[in-house]
């Protein structure tokens, strides 16, 4: 079995997230680790997880998606290795 693509979700939307949250889990290789509705809540889960993929609505109601990228690339500038990828 190929290993898992660890993910976290941050989306403020309760059915948008919850969308995804189903689409995730219905294709395989996924492994939906966290989810959130704000930034700052995120921002802990990216730290805590270091997930593969990071999917980030941008309209965030505490801190945008744009701002929580940049404080997430800075923390990840201090780790030797870091492996999350944020499309953008």
Excluded at 2 to 19: A, C, F, N, Y
Excluded at 45 to 74: C, H, K, M, T
Aim: aromatic share 4%.
């Amino acid at each position: 079995m190929s290993p898992l693509i660890k993910t976290v979700l941050i989306e403020d939307h309760e059915l948008t997230r919850m969308g995804l949250k189903v689409a995730f889990q219905q294709q395989p290789g996924f492994d939906l680790v966290g989810e959130s509705g704000t930034g700052l809540g995120g921002l802990s889960l990216l730290n805590q997880y270091q997930p593969d993929v990071a999917v980030i609505d941008i309209g965030l109601p505490d801190i945008d998606g744009i701002e929580l990228i940049s404080r997430f690339r800075e923390m990840q500038a201090d780790r030797a290795e870091t492996h999350t990828k944020i499309p953008c």
